[in-house]
């Protein structure tokens, strides 16, 4: 058969419309419903309400829950349409527009409008934290003037201001007439506008969301729902992915020595994406308010009597990167340069602590510390012990203060502590993340909504975040902060110990698990089971 040119042209049209047709009709059959996907949440959270609590744990589960106005891409972390559909940005870079989802409903069936977003951020939000009292700060006032249309007008311009709108969205009508956020009987209630819906938590055994059948993004979500399980010990946790209970295992799961082996079983994937926003970095903090961490060649001689290169490859099992600095590998503002870098030192760590004042006394120890020990399972204790023994060493004898969750964060929070553990999220932008972890406090209840539970202060560092935090030239920005880190590194106002690798475990059943810069905290809508 013989095609002339016309009819060629038009055969050739066909067959790419009925390949673009093939490819649609595949991605849409690739995408199945219906199944439930079996997680892990260690340790069990103190609240499934982001709004409430913003700990590891409560994020995992509440974000499934609750909606925000967006989400970032991966790798380049750049804002993605959630609540908000688009935005605009005044040409002063002070006025943030957003048009909301029309037909979006709270899980009670009440409708979701603009005041649920300014109730949210500008005044429920700011009570319970410190970064969203810090973004509240930067807001002059906040605008709804229509149901679908919220406007912020900021004091000043403020790069990070798209970047912090990844929190939880509350809704406003079941704060009427509410004048203590904290105590608030909506909060345990669980009502959201996200792709799963509360259905039952089973203390100390398991969480259960199901599928909300009428959330606002057509189709989704994937799957009929969500069980979070909560397994008292890591050998457990590992044995309940083995034998195919749990489908999925974040990093703290399980032990970091178990990871290759599971990782290694048959239909397993490993992904250390899912990081790029959160930027986790691992702590011990130094209470600078205590007299004698307030010494910075004590907290120099601190830093030099750990070593992190055991910390990241033996009791981390690798999983993890040096670090000297405040800011994430992952930060387009980390600047190693200027970073002072501080080894590894048993010998100098007794010389400066000598040179403070504290002599080893007759019973072989400067002076003693409480440490309280993050909860969140056998690896910390483990680092802990590691602590104990690495600072008495040289002289400071570590006593342990084991807590549960909320125990760690009341002291934490209110400084009730000498050293402790933590691994904190840094974020993308170094004017909120940065910021709120080492700009100066005030009071003795200053850091309850978990600040710079330091208490350090500097009043140079805090000249410097202002402006960083606020300059719209991001070459410009990059300067500052390369300041900043130079100072906060030199002064070592806590141990920076690992720049933490996270990995993820999965069985290849599982399905566009991370899809976004916010990982496996991320509201988990695209993701199907393959039958």
Do not use: C
């Not at 009440?110 to 969203?132: C, N």
């Not at 309850?448 to 208490?455: L, W």
């Amino acid at each position: 058969m013989v095609i002339n040119g016309h009819w060629k042209n038009r055969v050739s049209r066909l067959l790419g419309a009925l390949l673009g047709l093939t490819l649609i009709s595949g991605i849409a059959v690739a995408q199945e419903r219906g199944g439930t996907l079996n997680l892990i949440v260690q340790p069990e959270p103190i609240s499934l309400n982001p709004g409430i609590n913003r700990l590891g744990p409560a994020t995992f589960v509440g974000d499934k829950i609750y909606d925000s106005l967006l989400s970032y891409s991966a790798n380049d972390i750049k804002p993605v349409p959630r609540l908000a559909e688009s935005w605009t940005v005044s040409e002063d870079g002070k006025i943030y527009t957003f048009k909301l989802r029309d037909g979006v409903t709270w899980h009670d069936g009440e409708r979701f409008t603009s005041k649920d977003v300014a109730f949210s951020i500008g005044e429920f939000l700011p009570v319970q934290h410190a970064r969203s009292k810090d973004l509240r700060g930067e807001i002059d006032r906040i605008e709804t003037p229509d149901d679908l249309t919220v406007v912020f007008i900021l004091k000043a311009p403020y790069p990070g201001f798209i970047r912090s709108l990844n929190v939880a969205i509350v809704p406003a009508h079941k704060y009427v007439g509410v004048t203590d956020f904290r105590k608030a009987p909506a909060n345990s209630e669980f009502i959201g506008t996200g792709p799963f819906k509360f259905a039952e938590w089973k203390k100390g055994s398991s969480i259960r969301l199901v599928r909300n059948d009428k959330y606002w993004d057509t189709g989704k979500p994937y799957l009929d729902g969500i069980n979070f399980q909560i397994v008292p010990d890591a050998n457990s946790r590992a044995i309940a992915f083995e034998t195919g209970q749990v489908d999925v295992l974040r990093s703290g799961d399980v032990e970091n020595f178990d990871i290759p082996r599971l990782a290694a079983l048959e239909g397993v994937k490993t992904s250390e994406a899912g990081w790029e926003f959160l930027q986790p970095i691992g702590y011990v903090h130094l209470n600078n308010r205590n007299k004698i961490l307030a010494d910075q060649k004590v907290r120099q001689a601190i830093v030099q009597a750990i070593d992190r290169d055991f910390i990241i490859n033996t009791i981390f099992a690798g999983y993890g990167k040096p670090i000297s600095g405040p800011f994430s590998r992952y930060s387009a503002y980390k600047d190693t340069s200027v970073e002072t870098v501080y080894p590894y030192d048993p010998a100098k760590a007794a010389t400066l602590l000598d040179e403070a004042g504290y002599k080893v006394g007759a019973d072989g120890t400067r002076f003693t510390v409480t440490l309280v020990p993050l909860p969140y399972g056998e690896l910390w204790s483990r680092q802990a012990e590691y602590l104990r023994e690495a600072l008495g060493a040289v002289g400071i004898k570590v006593e342990i203060a084991s807590v549960d969750v909320a125990g760690w964060f009341k002291r934490l929070t209110t400084f009730d502590y000498d050293i402790a553990q933590n691994f904190v999220y840094t974020t993308a932008d170094p004017g909120i993340g940065i910021s709120y972890g080492y700009r100066t406090v005030k009071g003795d209840n200053a850091g309850s909504t978990g600040g710079n539970i330091n208490g350090y202060s500097n009043p140079e560092i805090d000249a410097l975040l202002d402006k960083g935090a606020h300059e719209p030239d991001d070459a410009k920005r990059k300067l500052i902060y390369s300041k900043v880190q130079q100072i906060l590194s030199r002064d070592v106002p806590m141990v920076w110990t690992h720049d933490i690798v996270f990995p993820t475990l999965y069985r290849d059943k599982v399905q566009d698990l991370i899809t976004t810069a916010l990982g496996t905290d991320d509201n988990f809508a695209p993701v199907w089971l393959k039958k």
